[in-house]
Every structure is written in structure tokens, then in C-alpha cells.
């Protein structure tokens, strides 16, 4: 696994198991081309997209690993509260609401204490707003894995967004979920 074991230059980084797209052209002069790719396909909140340009060239093969795109980012699916949930204030004790978030790399590896994906450097935070108005920000600490979560304080009712973002300081790779929902 790269991430474990770093590799020389021109030492394949794929394996058998590696996503790819194996293609044919038949071209008979030099044609520039641009691939794209949009993922994850699933997430849509989620989306990002890398793209490249190369000439390719009649006759010559992309060897190899071919053409490699990073798709950076994390996946965040905020799991509580619901979007659209209405909360009575009388039904949380001490006015004390759970949010959780699921925080996921893009190629789908764990976020784990000590793991490959360290969550002890991630930085998972929640902003509270209430009618449109700022009232907070929050850490939100590791629970499991890929999964965060903080308890906060909700002041009385109104119209609630709370933005959760996801950040690690040694990859720059960031994701961003948004839930609405309502207090009565």
C-alpha cells in the first residue's frame, strides 16, 4: 500500500485491484485529448472533479499506471439531525441536541484513531445558525470509525442550519455537508 511503503519513480503504484478504464483509439496523428472524472457519483453534495490533458500519440501506448487522477476531498453525511426534522425544545434534555456526522475519504479508506487516516489530526466542526444568524462553532470529536460527534446547546426555537466541515491539515482534503431542520 503506498501510503505504508512510499514508491521509487517508475514503480507501478496500481494493482490488479486499482479502478481504471482501459480504452483503443485509433487515431493516425497526434490528437490532444482532456479526461475527466466525476465523483463520487453517489454523494452529490460531495462532487468534485479532476481533470487532465495529454497528446497521445499513434502507435504509443500509455504504460504502466497510465493517467492517474486524484480526486481529493472527504464525503460528509450529516446523520443527526435529519434534514427537514421537526424537534420539539421540550423533548431535549436540557436543551442539549446530538449531531453526528459520517466523514469519509473519497476513495472510501477509514478514518480511524491511528490509523492510515488519522482522525486525531482531522478537524470535524459544526456551525450552528438559527434564522440565518451565526450562533456557533463546534469541534466535534471522534466517536468511531468515520463517524464524529458533539452535543450542543440549543438556545430556543427557530429555523436551524448547521454546516459540518471536515479538514486535515496534512492532505488539505475538505468536505462539507448542510442540514436544515426545525425547533418548536
Request: a negative charge.
Amino acid at each position: 500500500m503506498i501510503m505504508k511503503a512510499p514508491k521509487d519513480r517508475y514503480t507501478k503504484i496500481a494493482d490488479e485491484g486499482a479502478a481504471k478504464f482501459e480504452g483503443r483509439l485509433d487515431i493516425s496523428e497526434p490528437i490532444f485529448v482532456r479526461i475527466e472524472v466525476l465523483a463520487p457519483m453517489n454523494h452529490k453534495q460531495s462532487q468534485v472533479s479532476a481533470v487532465t490533458e495529454l497528446w497521445l500519440l499513434p502507435g504509443k501506448h500509455i504504460i504502466g499506471d497510465g493517467v492517474i487522477l486524484e480526486i481529493p476531498g472527504f464525503i460528509v453525511d450529516a446523520l443527526q439531525p435529519r434534514t427537514h426534522q421537526f424537534i420539539k425544545l421540550s423533548t431535549l434534555d436540557q436543551s442539549k441536541l446530538k449531531v453526528q456526522a459520517n466523514v469519509v475519504m473519497m476513495c472510501g479508506c477509514l478514518i480511524d484513531k491511528g490509523g492510515v487516516w488519522n482522525s486525531d489530526s482531522m478537524e470535524v466542526q459544526v456551525t450552528v445558525k438559527r434564522n440565518g444568524e451565526v450562533l456557533k462553532h463546534e469541534m466535534m470529536q471522534f466517536i468511531s470509525p468515520n463517524l464524529f460527534e458533539t452535543t450542543t446547546t440549543i438556545p430556543s426555537p427557530g429555523e436551524y442550519e448547521m454546516i459540518i466541515s471536515a479538514y486535515d491539515p496534512n492532505s488539505g482534503n475538505t468536505g462539507v455537508d448542510k442540514v436544515n431542520f426545525v425547533i418548536m
